[in-house]
Nanobody, 128 residues
Framework: QVQLVESGGGLAQAGGSLRLSCAAS????????MAWFRQAPGKEREFVAV????????SYADSVKGRFTISRDNNKNMVYLQMNSLKPEDTAAYYC?????????????????????WGLGTQVTVSS
């Protein structure tokens, strides 16, 4: 059973930066892709970024392109989200997801239903 634990959330000012981490563990960890999603109060969970475990191909939501960077460390089973130029609208709980499955349509990796494993989330609050 895969366990994901997020960390690195907190309070930041608009224009500032935070770096989120997600640690994966449990048995023989196998994943095809890992992603970050976020959920603001009263809103649905939304896709932020995804990275393929092998090859490192990335995709981003339009709202974070150019500001956020997803990366991974295969040896440590870690995935990161570097968030720069933060905006108040980035305030949300951020969740890490993992899936061992391949989908031929890359847009499937932008859907929450794709991911089999989730962490409990880490809160990011951006003040104006």
């Amino acid at each position: 059973q895969v366990q994901l634990v997020e960390s690195g959330g907190g309070l930041a000012q608009a224009g500032g930066s935070l770096r989120l981490s997600c640690a994966a563990s449990g048995g023989t960890f196998t994943t095809y892709a890992m992603a970050w999603f976020r959920q603001a109060p009263g809103k649905e969970r939304e896709f932020v970024a995804v990275i393929r475990w092998s090859g490192g191909t990335t995709s981003y939501a339009d709202s974070v392109k150019g500001r956020f960077t997803i990366s991974r460390d295969n040896n440590k089973n870690m995935v990161y989200l570097q968030m720069n130029s933060l905006k108040p609208e980035d305030t949300a709980a951020y969740y890490c997801g993992s899936t061992p499955r391949f989908y031929s349509n890359s847009r499937d990796y932008m859907e929450g239903r794709t991911y089999d494993y989730w962490g409990l989330g880490t809160q990011v609050t951006v003040s104006s």
